[in-house]
Every structure is written in C-alpha cells, then in structure tokens.
C-alpha cells in the first residue's frame, strides 16, 4: 500500500541555523499538505501544493513538491525557538482516494 | 471564532468500560474524522463521514464506532477500551473537494486504567 516517510525522524538544531524535512512517497501524489504540530498540540494547517515542481513561500519557510510528484520537502530559514514541532506532511487523493499522514519529522531548536 | 470543540480534554477510564468521546463544529463543514495519535507517531486515521455516509478504514478494530447525528456533532464510541487504546483521539473537519484541509480540535487525551 502507499507510504509516506518522512527524514529525518528527528532534528535538532542551534537558533538561527536552518532545517530541512523531506517527504517521500512510494507512489505518484496527487497533492501534499503540511501540517505543524507543536509539543501538547493539535496539526494545524500550514499549506498545499498541487502542482509538478510546485514551491510556495510563507515567510522563513519554503515548500517544494517534486518534479515526479513523488516528494516534497520543508525548509525553515534562520530557525526560531517558535518553530519547534513535529511537521507532517499528508496526501490526500491519489490512486487509492486515501488520507495519510507522513510519519513526522520533530524538531527541536535550542536557544 | 468558528471552531472544532473537543470534550472532555482528558478522560480517564477504566479497563472494558465504555467510553464516548464528542466532537463539536460551527465550521459547517460536511466532512468530519476521527484520528488516534500515540506517542511520537502520526495521526491515524480511524473513520470519516461525508455528510451522512460513514466511511471506516480497513484496519479500524470493531471496538471503534463513531456517531454523527448532525453536522455539527460527531462521536466518537469505543466499547470496551484495552490498554492500547490510551491515546490523543483527534477530530477534524473539512470541506469535502480537492483541497481537504484539516482543521483540528484541541483533542482528547484517553487514558485506560
């Protein structure tokens, strides 16, 4: 069946240096969102990326999706300790008309 | 502020006692799920309702059920929790189209005494 992993499993980093988590599929996605959740919380939305080569922006943060639409990734620039989490992406759609998430990356940014 | 409401928080039960957990949303949206989170592993979806239709997925044990009498409240039934079920039980909705953003509760912390 489809899976979605996620690299690394864990970062942690000094403030100010920069992250990267990947997502990485097994099959073609048809869509890839990203999810933030912060330690005791709940996901919440951060954006969705639909098309082949796709990147969007929201401030420090830069979201890619592959040219075969089989991966994606989030960089974080500069990190804050605001931006400590588990990021997750998640596909909705595709073949299977399934949900599912990516097994999550944590990071944790000291002062 | 519209809003997906989770009650209660936290609940404790005991062994085989069966517990509700509720969901509530003044988002209007149609589509509403039900996800378990253990530690340190993603949200696992359990089932999802499209307006009326349920829809469960495959690997959902029968202990699991799940009410949605409106569309504003959904439930979800575990009928005779086990220790492994002590977990963050998250509920979600969406508009039903090709984006399906999440928008989550709070959630419920179980705990299975």
């Known amino acids: 069946g489809q899976q979605v992993m996620q690299i690394p499993q864990y970062q942690h980093v000094q403030e100010g240096e920069d992250f990267t988590t990947y997502c990485n599929s097994s099959?073609?996605?048809?869509?890839i969102q990203w999810y933030k959740q912060r330690p005791g919380g709940h996901p919440v939305f951060l954006i969705q990326?639909?098309?082949?080569?796709e990147v969007k922006k929201q401030k420090r943060l830069t979201f890619q999706f592959g040219e075969a639409k089989k991966n994606s990734s989030l960089h974080i620039t500069a990190t804050q300790t605001t931006d400590v989490g588990t990021y997750f992406c998640?596909?909705?759609?595709?073949?299977?008309?399934?949900?599912?998430f990516g097994t999550g990356t944590l990071l944790a940014v000291q002062p | 502020d519209a809003m997906v409401i989770q009650n209660p928080r936290y609940q404790v039960t005991q062994f085989g006692k069966p517990v509700t957990l509720s969901c509530s949303q003044t988002l209007n949206h149609n589509v509403m799920y039900w996800y378990q989170q253990k530690s340190s592993q993603a949200p696992k979806l359990l089932f999802h309702?499209?307006?009326?239709?349920?829809?469960n997925e495959a690997d959902t044990p029968d202990n699991f059920q799940s009410r949605r009498p409106n569309t504003s409240f959904c439930f979800l039934d575990i009928r005779s929790p086990g220790l492994g079920d002590a977990a963050m039980y998250l509920c979600?909705?969406?508009?039903?189209?090709?984006?399906?953003?999440?928008?989550f509760g709070a959630g419920t912390r179980l705990s299975v005494l």
């Open positions: 979600a909705t969406s508009i039903q189209g090709t984006k399906n953003i999440q928008y």
């Open positions: 998640m596909n909705y759609g595709g073949a299977t008309n399934k949900l599912i």
């Open positions: 309702y499209y307006d009326k239709d349920f829809n």
């Open positions: 990326l639909v098309k082949s080569g």
């Open positions: 099959t073609t996605l048809s869509n």
